[in-house]
């Protein structure tokens, strides 16, 4: 991944074992106007470019704000992109029709953070899980009771459970509805957002192992939007660290937690809490708030908080560099990298 040609997009080399290229993803919303207001435009997500090798994991993280879940959102197309690409299985999802796109949404879905408002309460687990067979793969209601049932197993649940209502259940059940929801229509993909953030530790761990073993058993490639790097180092085999809307660093977990190569990464990480409270640490503690997305910085948005900013930050938009083979940072002091 190089620099990025100039007013272009970030590149992201071509792998074969991608299954999904973001390419450029840019998401504005714009917001007010009226009464003699300005119109004010929101930059949610600026520039973002990354890859999902098929039947891998790979972590999106960042500070609340960041746009990870719009960026989630967008690759599926549950908001529409702005700009960019984004290629799944060498397929153009942003150039689809409504009918095409219908068809192609069996192959990708998505596990929403909330497990309690993702789920409407007037329906039962049965009927929750065969609404998505209904729309995408109708079949006869034997047929359909039978996949509802397996699903419920496969996700830690019992079949008698089928008729009871999401407000019969915890927490961590709901969510695994929700799992079994996404599982239904047999896709390929999945972008699991902030999946276990509501829930308690416990059951966060349960969650988590259950996603492993559906990602070992049925091959499932999946995008883990999260904002703990303990979490995600644990499940994912990549990361993409996120901050106001742009990408950060990129590389695999192990190695980029062990030696973060961007400021913000490793402030990120001075953060998470270590279980031995002996262990030496070094907090990093950033300055000031998250800018506002209305008022994104110029140059590289994370200058106002970083530690190492020199005067060309504020003029300069650090594209992706490789730091090392597999590692992606997006700062130009190659003396703190």
């Known amino acids: 991944m190089g620099p990025a040609a100039a ?3 970030t590149a992201v080399p071509s792998r074969p074992a991608d299954l999904l290229r973001v390419q450029g993803l ?6 007010g106007g009226g009464w003699g207001r300005p119109r004010v435009v929101v930059k949610a997500v600026e520039d ?9 994991i790979v972590g999106l993280v960042g500070e609340s704000g960041s746009g990870k879940t719009t960026v989630g959102r967008a690759i599926l197309r549950l908001i529409e992109p702005t700009a960019g690409r984004v290629e799944f299985d060498g ?8 009918a095409a796109l219908r068809r192609f949404r069996q192959r990708m879905q998505i596990i929403f953070q909330d497990p309690y408002s993702s789920l409407n309460p007037r329906m039962r687990v049965d009927e929750i899980i065969a609404e998505a067979l209904t ?26 459970q089928m008729r009871r209502y999401p407000h019969e259940f915890s927490g961590g059940q709901r969510q695994r509805i929700g799992i079994a929801r996404a599982l239904a229509v047999e896709p390929d993909f999945i972008v699991a957002d902030e999946a276990v953030s509501a829930l308690d530790v416990s059951v966060q761990a349960q969650v988590l192992n259950l996603l492993q073993d559906l990602r070992e058993d ?29 990408v950060m660093e990129i590389g695999p977990s192990e190695e980029l937690c062990a030696a973060p190569s961007h400021p913000y990464t490793r402030a990120l990480l001075s953060a998470a809490p270590i279980p031995d409270p002996a262990a030496p640490r070094s907090r990093i503690v950033l300055k000031g708030d998250i800018p506002s997305p209305v008022e994104v910085p110029s140059g590289c948005v994370f200058r106002t908080r970083c530690p190492h900013s020199v005067a060309a930050c504020a ?14 940072s997006a700062c130009i002091r190659e003396d703190i990298r």
């Open 218 to 246: 049925l091959g499932l490639t999946m995008l883990f939007i999260g904002h703990d790097l303990a979490v995600v180092e644990y499940l994912c085999d990549e990361i993409v660290v996120m901050y106001l809307g742009r």
């Open 26 to 31: 840019r998401k504005h919303f714009p917001v």
């Open 7 to 9: 007013g272009g997009p």
């Open 91 to 98: 397929t153009d999802v942003a150039k689809l029709g409504a």
């Open 135 to 160: 729309a995408q793969a109708p079949m006869p209601r034997a047929e359909r009771r039978d996949r509802t049932e397996r699903l419920l197993l496969r996700v830690g649940l019992r079949p008698e």
């Open 315 to 328: 003029t300069v938009v650090p594209p992706l560099v490789e730091v090392a083979p597999g590692r992606f």
């Open 48 to 56: 973002v470019s990354f890859a999902v090798p098929r039947g891998h």
